[in-house]
Protein backbone atom coordinates (compact mmCIF):
# COMPACT_ATOMS: atom_id res chain seq x y z
CA UNK A 1 0.00 0.00 0.00
CA UNK A 2 1.39 3.73 -1.33
CA UNK A 3 1.27 6.04 1.38
CA UNK A 4 -0.50 9.56 0.54
CA UNK A 5 2.62 11.49 0.75
CA UNK A 6 5.49 10.07 -1.80
CA UNK A 7 3.76 9.70 -5.40
CA UNK A 8 3.90 12.53 -7.99
CA UNK A 9 5.25 15.41 -6.60
CA UNK A 10 4.10 18.69 -7.97
CA UNK A 11 6.62 21.18 -6.52
CA UNK A 12 5.38 25.31 -6.47
CA UNK A 13 6.54 26.42 -9.87
CA UNK A 14 4.78 27.78 -12.93
CA UNK A 15 1.66 26.12 -14.14
CA UNK A 16 1.53 24.23 -11.17
CA UNK A 17 -0.56 26.97 -8.97
CA UNK A 18 -3.61 26.31 -11.43
CA UNK A 19 -3.65 23.07 -9.94
CA UNK A 20 -3.33 24.43 -6.51
CA UNK A 21 -5.34 26.95 -6.99
CA UNK A 22 -8.46 24.19 -8.17
CA UNK A 23 -7.90 22.04 -5.31
CA UNK A 24 -8.46 25.35 -3.12
CA UNK A 25 -11.42 26.38 -4.84
CA UNK A 26 -12.98 23.03 -4.45
CA UNK A 27 -12.17 21.76 -1.15
CA UNK A 28 -14.31 23.12 1.34
CA UNK A 29 -12.56 22.38 5.10
CA UNK A 30 -8.87 22.42 5.89
CA UNK A 31 -6.99 21.71 8.56
CA UNK A 32 -4.62 24.66 10.47
CA UNK A 33 -1.93 23.71 12.50
CA UNK A 34 0.61 25.82 14.16
CA UNK A 35 3.06 25.49 17.19
CA UNK A 36 2.02 26.35 20.86
CA UNK A 37 4.10 26.36 23.79
CA UNK A 38 6.20 24.04 21.54
CA UNK A 39 3.61 21.84 20.49
CA UNK A 40 1.45 20.74 17.99
CA UNK A 41 -1.48 22.54 17.59
CA UNK A 42 -4.29 21.57 15.28
CA UNK A 43 -8.00 22.22 13.99
CA UNK A 44 -10.37 21.72 10.71
CA UNK A 45 -11.78 25.24 9.57
CA UNK A 46 -13.70 26.38 6.52
CA UNK A 47 -12.01 28.34 4.05
CA UNK A 48 -11.90 30.31 0.93
CA UNK A 49 -9.10 31.60 -1.32
CA UNK A 50 -9.35 34.76 -2.71
CA UNK A 51 -6.50 35.63 -5.14
CA UNK A 52 -3.07 34.76 -3.34
CA UNK A 53 -4.78 34.48 0.02
CA UNK A 54 -6.35 31.83 2.32
CA UNK A 55 -9.32 33.08 4.06
CA UNK A 56 -10.12 31.50 7.80
CA UNK A 57 -12.98 32.53 9.36
CA UNK A 58 -13.33 31.93 13.27
CA UNK A 59 -15.56 33.31 15.95
CA UNK A 60 -13.84 36.21 18.57
CA UNK A 61 -14.97 33.57 21.61
CA UNK A 62 -12.36 30.79 20.34
CA UNK A 63 -10.03 31.38 22.45
CA UNK A 64 -7.13 29.20 21.03
CA UNK A 65 -7.53 30.63 17.78
CA UNK A 66 -6.74 34.38 19.13
CA UNK A 67 -3.86 32.66 20.72
CA UNK A 68 -2.94 31.81 17.46
CA UNK A 69 -3.71 34.69 15.29
CA UNK A 70 -1.21 37.09 14.72
CA UNK A 71 2.05 35.93 13.23
CA UNK A 72 2.18 32.55 14.23
CA UNK A 73 3.82 30.27 11.68
CA UNK A 74 1.12 27.84 10.79
CA UNK A 75 0.52 25.32 8.12
CA UNK A 76 -2.81 24.99 6.39
CA UNK A 77 -3.32 21.29 4.97
CA UNK A 78 -6.06 20.68 2.41
CA UNK A 79 -6.86 17.39 0.30
CA UNK A 80 -9.42 15.33 -1.65
CA UNK A 81 -9.15 11.98 -1.88
CA UNK A 82 -10.79 10.83 -5.49
CA UNK A 83 -10.23 6.76 -5.48
CA UNK A 84 -8.92 4.36 -4.17
CA UNK A 85 -6.85 2.19 -6.07
CA UNK A 86 -6.82 -1.90 -6.51
CA UNK A 87 -3.94 -4.31 -7.14
CA UNK A 88 -2.87 -7.36 -7.44
CA UNK A 89 -0.80 -7.51 -4.00
CA UNK A 90 -1.60 -5.65 -0.88
CA UNK A 91 1.91 -3.91 -1.12
CA UNK A 92 0.76 -2.03 -4.38
CA UNK A 93 -3.21 -1.05 -3.10
CA UNK A 94 -3.13 3.04 -3.14
CA UNK A 95 -5.13 6.03 -3.03
CA UNK A 96 -6.04 8.47 -5.96
CA UNK A 97 -6.18 11.79 -4.21
CA UNK A 98 -4.67 15.60 -4.56
CA UNK A 99 -3.22 17.69 -1.55
CA UNK A 100 -1.83 20.68 -0.61
CA UNK A 101 0.50 22.11 2.59
CA UNK A 102 0.86 25.75 2.63
CA UNK A 103 2.85 27.65 5.39
CA UNK A 104 3.54 30.34 6.32
CA UNK A 105 2.39 32.71 8.71
CA UNK A 106 -1.05 33.70 9.95
CA UNK A 107 -2.38 37.24 9.78
CA UNK A 108 -5.46 38.91 11.28
CA UNK A 109 -7.95 40.45 8.67
CA UNK A 110 -8.73 44.08 10.13
CA UNK A 111 -10.55 45.58 7.63
CA UNK A 112 -13.44 44.17 5.30
CA UNK A 113 -14.96 41.66 7.34
CA UNK A 114 -18.03 41.39 5.51
CA UNK A 115 -16.14 41.06 2.29
CA UNK A 116 -14.65 38.10 4.30
CA UNK A 117 -17.92 36.30 5.24
CA UNK A 118 -19.43 36.53 1.66
CA UNK A 119 -16.29 35.36 -0.03
CA UNK A 120 -16.21 32.05 2.15
CA UNK A 121 -20.26 32.06 1.95
CA UNK A 122 -19.90 32.27 -2.11
CA UNK A 123 -17.17 29.59 -2.22
CA UNK A 124 -19.37 27.09 0.08
CA UNK A 125 -22.70 27.93 -1.61
CA UNK A 126 -21.86 29.70 -4.72
CA UNK A 127 -24.52 32.77 -5.37
CA UNK A 128 -25.75 32.42 -1.73
CA UNK A 129 -24.29 35.94 -0.71
CA UNK A 130 -26.54 38.02 -2.99
CA UNK A 131 -29.59 36.39 -1.65
CA UNK A 132 -29.21 37.13 1.98
CA UNK A 133 -29.66 40.83 3.60
CA UNK A 134 -25.89 42.87 4.16
CA UNK A 135 -23.88 41.53 6.90
CA UNK A 136 -24.46 44.09 10.33
CA UNK A 137 -21.92 45.79 11.75
CA UNK A 138 -22.66 43.62 14.99
CA UNK A 139 -22.24 40.48 13.35
CA UNK A 140 -18.87 41.42 11.65
CA UNK A 141 -17.45 42.28 15.10
CA UNK A 142 -18.05 38.55 16.27
CA UNK A 143 -15.84 37.39 13.91
CA UNK A 144 -11.99 37.05 13.65
CA UNK A 145 -11.07 36.61 10.03
CA UNK A 146 -7.08 34.93 9.62
CA UNK A 147 -5.27 34.99 6.19
CA UNK A 148 -2.33 32.85 5.19
CA UNK A 149 -0.28 33.95 1.94
CA UNK A 150 0.13 31.77 -1.29
CA UNK A 151 3.44 32.45 -1.99
CA UNK A 152 5.98 31.35 -4.93
CA UNK A 153 7.48 28.85 -3.06
CA UNK A 154 5.83 28.72 0.25
CA UNK A 155 3.38 25.82 -0.76
CA UNK A 156 3.33 21.70 -1.78
CA UNK A 157 0.83 20.01 -3.91
CA UNK A 158 1.12 16.49 -4.65
CA UNK A 159 -1.25 14.22 -6.89
CA UNK A 160 -1.91 10.63 -7.57
CA UNK A 161 -4.51 9.76 -10.42
CA UNK A 162 -4.37 6.90 -12.78
CA UNK A 163 -4.82 3.23 -12.15
CA UNK A 164 -2.58 0.38 -10.78
CA UNK A 165 0.84 -0.54 -11.12
CA UNK A 166 0.85 -3.53 -13.38
CA UNK A 167 0.66 -7.00 -12.10
CA UNK A 168 -0.22 -10.48 -14.07
CA UNK A 169 -3.46 -9.43 -15.21
CA UNK A 170 -4.84 -12.61 -14.10
CA UNK A 171 -7.18 -10.88 -11.38
CA UNK A 172 -9.36 -7.99 -11.54
CA UNK A 173 -7.39 -4.42 -11.05
CA UNK A 174 -9.01 -1.39 -10.76
CA UNK A 175 -9.51 1.97 -9.17
CA UNK A 176 -13.16 2.87 -7.07
CA UNK A 177 -13.90 6.33 -7.62
CA UNK A 178 -14.36 8.30 -4.37
CA UNK A 179 -15.90 11.88 -4.48
CA UNK A 180 -17.84 14.32 -2.21
CA UNK A 181 -21.62 14.69 -2.93
CA UNK A 182 -24.14 17.55 -2.25
CA UNK A 183 -27.91 15.56 -1.30
CA UNK A 184 -31.35 16.71 -1.72
CA UNK A 185 -31.94 19.94 0.49
CA UNK A 186 -33.60 19.27 3.69
CA UNK A 187 -35.83 22.17 4.08
CA UNK A 188 -36.44 23.76 7.78
CA UNK A 189 -38.47 26.53 6.87
CA UNK A 190 -40.19 27.73 3.78
CA UNK A 191 -40.86 26.24 0.75
CA UNK A 192 -38.76 25.82 -2.55
CA UNK A 193 -34.77 26.11 -2.13
CA UNK A 194 -33.71 29.36 -3.34
CA UNK A 195 -31.36 29.02 -6.74
CA UNK A 196 -28.07 29.11 -5.26
CA UNK A 197 -28.96 25.76 -3.30
CA UNK A 198 -31.06 24.09 -5.90
CA UNK A 199 -27.65 25.02 -8.54
CA UNK A 200 -25.29 23.47 -6.00
CA UNK A 201 -27.11 19.99 -6.60
CA UNK A 202 -25.70 18.65 -9.83
CA UNK B 1 -21.05 32.28 9.80
CA UNK B 2 -20.04 29.97 12.26
CA UNK B 3 -16.73 28.24 12.48
CA UNK B 4 -16.19 24.75 12.51
CA UNK B 5 -14.46 24.90 15.77
CA UNK B 6 -16.78 26.26 18.45
CA UNK B 7 -20.11 24.14 18.51
CA UNK B 8 -21.28 21.62 20.10
CA UNK B 9 -18.31 20.21 22.47
CA UNK B 10 -17.87 16.58 23.00
CA UNK B 11 -14.67 16.00 25.50
CA UNK B 12 -13.18 12.75 25.92
CA UNK B 13 -14.87 10.80 28.09
CA UNK B 14 -17.59 8.05 28.86
CA UNK B 15 -19.31 6.72 25.91
CA UNK B 16 -18.15 9.74 23.74
CA UNK B 17 -15.08 7.59 23.15
CA UNK B 18 -18.35 5.83 20.78
CA UNK B 19 -18.39 9.20 18.87
CA UNK B 20 -14.84 9.33 18.25
CA UNK B 21 -14.39 5.20 17.06
CA UNK B 22 -17.12 6.25 14.64
CA UNK B 23 -15.75 8.89 13.05
CA UNK B 24 -12.37 7.44 12.96
CA UNK B 25 -13.30 4.12 11.21
CA UNK B 26 -15.92 6.19 8.93
CA UNK B 27 -12.89 9.17 7.44
CA UNK B 28 -10.12 7.55 5.41
CA UNK B 29 -7.49 10.62 5.35
CA UNK B 30 -6.56 12.44 8.56
CA UNK B 31 -3.93 14.95 8.59
CA UNK B 32 -0.63 14.38 10.65
CA UNK B 33 0.93 17.64 12.24
CA UNK B 34 4.88 17.39 14.41
CA UNK B 35 6.78 20.16 15.23
CA UNK B 36 10.07 20.19 13.10
CA UNK B 37 12.95 22.84 13.91
CA UNK B 38 9.92 24.90 16.05
CA UNK B 39 7.84 25.13 13.23
CA UNK B 40 4.83 22.83 12.34
CA UNK B 41 5.23 20.36 9.94
CA UNK B 42 2.28 18.61 8.27
CA UNK B 43 1.09 15.92 5.94
CA UNK B 44 -1.96 14.41 5.06
CA UNK B 45 -2.40 10.19 5.59
CA UNK B 46 -4.42 7.08 5.18
CA UNK B 47 -4.86 5.47 8.39
CA UNK B 48 -6.46 2.97 10.54
CA UNK B 49 -7.83 2.63 14.19
CA UNK B 50 -7.27 -0.88 15.80
CA UNK B 51 -8.73 -0.67 19.33
CA UNK B 52 -6.64 2.13 21.13
CA UNK B 53 -4.08 3.18 18.48
CA UNK B 54 -4.21 5.42 15.33
CA UNK B 55 -1.70 3.20 12.58
CA UNK B 56 -0.55 5.78 10.00
CA UNK B 57 1.72 3.93 7.16
CA UNK B 58 4.06 5.55 4.53
CA UNK B 59 7.25 4.25 3.09
CA UNK B 60 10.54 4.07 4.25
CA UNK B 61 11.75 6.41 1.67
CA UNK B 62 9.55 9.49 3.01
CA UNK B 63 12.01 10.96 4.48
CA UNK B 64 10.63 13.52 6.83
CA UNK B 65 8.02 11.10 7.93
CA UNK B 66 10.81 9.24 9.33
CA UNK B 67 12.47 12.43 11.01
CA UNK B 68 9.23 12.23 12.83
CA UNK B 69 8.79 8.80 13.40
CA UNK B 70 10.39 8.58 16.87
CA UNK B 71 9.06 10.35 20.12
CA UNK B 72 7.89 13.84 18.42
CA UNK B 73 4.77 15.34 19.79
CA UNK B 74 2.27 15.36 16.93
CA UNK B 75 -1.64 15.79 16.59
CA UNK B 76 -3.70 13.35 14.19
CA UNK B 77 -6.43 15.88 12.69
CA UNK B 78 -9.37 14.16 11.22
CA UNK B 79 -13.24 15.50 10.36
CA UNK B 80 -16.09 14.74 8.00
CA UNK B 81 -18.13 17.41 6.58
CA UNK B 82 -21.98 16.04 6.85
CA UNK B 83 -23.97 18.97 5.48
CA UNK B 84 -23.86 22.73 4.94
CA UNK B 85 -26.41 24.32 6.93
CA UNK B 86 -28.36 27.37 5.21
CA UNK B 87 -29.55 30.30 7.64
CA UNK B 88 -31.52 33.17 6.91
CA UNK B 89 -28.80 35.87 7.30
CA UNK B 90 -25.05 35.25 5.89
CA UNK B 91 -23.82 35.26 10.08
CA UNK B 92 -25.78 32.36 10.78
CA UNK B 93 -25.32 29.97 7.95
CA UNK B 94 -23.11 27.10 9.31
CA UNK B 95 -21.90 23.22 8.79
CA UNK B 96 -22.60 20.25 10.08
CA UNK B 97 -19.80 18.05 10.49
CA UNK B 98 -17.71 15.82 13.04
CA UNK B 99 -13.81 16.19 13.54
CA UNK B 100 -11.55 15.07 16.24
CA UNK B 101 -8.04 15.70 17.15
CA UNK B 102 -5.93 13.18 19.07
CA UNK B 103 -2.70 14.46 20.62
CA UNK B 104 0.28 12.07 21.48
CA UNK B 105 3.68 11.32 20.45
CA UNK B 106 4.33 8.82 17.64
CA UNK B 107 5.82 5.80 17.92
CA UNK B 108 7.24 3.10 15.54
CA UNK B 109 5.57 -0.25 15.13
CA UNK B 110 8.58 -3.16 14.66
CA UNK B 111 6.44 -6.21 14.36
CA UNK B 112 3.55 -7.21 12.56
CA UNK B 113 4.00 -4.80 9.69
CA UNK B 114 1.65 -7.18 7.95
CA UNK B 115 -0.83 -7.05 9.50
CA UNK B 116 -0.62 -3.77 10.06
CA UNK B 117 -1.18 -3.50 6.37
CA UNK B 118 -4.35 -5.98 6.70
CA UNK B 119 -5.81 -3.00 8.87
CA UNK B 120 -5.28 -0.45 7.07
CA UNK B 121 -6.72 -2.28 3.99
CA UNK B 122 -9.60 -3.80 5.78
CA UNK B 123 -10.50 -0.28 6.72
CA UNK B 124 -10.34 1.39 3.34
CA UNK B 125 -11.87 -1.76 1.39
CA UNK B 126 -13.60 -4.62 3.81
CA UNK B 127 -12.88 -7.96 2.86
CA UNK B 128 -9.80 -6.97 -0.04
CA UNK B 129 -7.03 -8.26 2.38
CA UNK B 130 -8.26 -11.68 2.47
CA UNK B 131 -8.88 -11.80 -1.10
CA UNK B 132 -5.09 -11.29 -1.92
CA UNK B 133 -1.52 -12.94 -1.10
CA UNK B 134 0.18 -12.89 1.86
CA UNK B 135 2.16 -9.78 2.06
CA UNK B 136 6.25 -10.56 1.52
CA UNK B 137 9.00 -9.67 3.67
CA UNK B 138 10.81 -7.34 1.30
CA UNK B 139 7.50 -5.57 1.20
CA UNK B 140 6.75 -5.28 4.90
CA UNK B 141 10.56 -4.15 4.93
CA UNK B 142 9.76 -1.03 2.66
CA UNK B 143 7.27 -0.19 4.46
CA UNK B 144 7.05 2.10 7.59
CA UNK B 145 4.01 2.26 10.44
CA UNK B 146 4.06 4.92 12.82
CA UNK B 147 1.17 4.73 15.68
CA UNK B 148 -0.58 6.78 18.46
CA UNK B 149 -2.31 5.54 21.30
CA UNK B 150 -5.93 6.79 21.97
CA UNK B 151 -5.91 7.64 25.53
CA UNK B 152 -8.46 8.90 27.89
CA UNK B 153 -7.72 12.31 27.53
CA UNK B 154 -5.85 13.16 24.76
CA UNK B 155 -8.30 13.78 22.32
CA UNK B 156 -11.36 16.48 21.72
CA UNK B 157 -13.91 15.00 19.52
CA UNK B 158 -16.72 17.80 17.94
CA UNK B 159 -19.45 17.98 15.81
CA UNK B 160 -22.40 19.97 15.16
CA UNK B 161 -25.55 18.48 13.43
CA UNK B 162 -29.39 19.73 13.12
CA UNK B 163 -30.46 22.75 11.55
CA UNK B 164 -30.17 26.34 11.24
CA UNK B 165 -30.72 28.89 13.81
CA UNK B 166 -34.15 29.77 13.92
CA UNK B 167 -35.34 32.87 11.81
CA UNK B 168 -38.71 34.37 11.08
CA UNK B 169 -39.43 32.00 8.91
CA UNK B 170 -40.08 34.01 5.75
CA UNK B 171 -37.58 32.27 3.48
CA UNK B 172 -36.15 28.71 2.42
CA UNK B 173 -34.03 28.00 5.09
CA UNK B 174 -32.44 24.38 5.45
CA UNK B 175 -29.58 21.49 5.38
CA UNK B 176 -27.83 20.06 1.77
CA UNK B 177 -26.32 16.91 3.17
CA UNK B 178 -22.81 16.60 1.89
CA UNK B 179 -21.09 12.72 1.98
CA UNK B 180 -18.44 10.72 0.60
CA UNK B 181 -19.76 8.70 -2.37
CA UNK B 182 -18.00 5.50 -3.68
CA UNK B 183 -18.62 5.87 -7.92
CA UNK B 184 -18.69 2.04 -10.25
CA UNK B 185 -15.73 0.45 -9.88
CA UNK B 186 -13.46 1.35 -13.14
CA UNK B 187 -11.61 -1.68 -14.50
CA UNK B 188 -7.96 -2.38 -15.20
CA UNK B 189 -7.32 -5.57 -15.75
CA UNK B 190 -9.72 -8.56 -15.44
CA UNK B 191 -13.41 -9.26 -15.60
CA UNK B 192 -15.49 -8.73 -12.65
CA UNK B 193 -14.76 -7.00 -9.77
CA UNK B 194 -14.32 -8.84 -6.69
CA UNK B 195 -16.88 -9.36 -3.92
CA UNK B 196 -14.84 -6.72 -1.66
CA UNK B 197 -14.79 -4.34 -4.41
CA UNK B 198 -18.16 -5.07 -4.92
CA UNK B 199 -20.01 -4.50 -1.74
CA UNK B 200 -18.07 -0.93 -1.11
CA UNK B 201 -20.47 0.38 -3.77
CA UNK B 202 -23.80 0.79 -1.20
Redesign the interface.
Known sequence: ??????LNRYRSRGADRDVLDALLDEV??G?L???VD?????????FARVGDRILL???T??G??RQVATGA???F?V?A?DG?V?A????D?S?N?R?A?I?GCLEMVEADEADV??S??DK??PG??SE??T??GK?TA??LTLSMAIGDDNWLCKARSG??AE?S??????????????????????????AS?RS??R
Not at 38 to 46: R, T
Not at 88 to 91: C, M, N, P, R, Y
Request: cysteine-free; hydrophobic content about 45%; aromatic content about 6%.
Open positions: MTALDEKVVSTVGLPWSVPMLHGSGAALPATTFLLVETLFHAYSVRLRLSLIRAVPITEATGPGGDTWTGVIPVSLQFGDPVTATGDEPPVLR
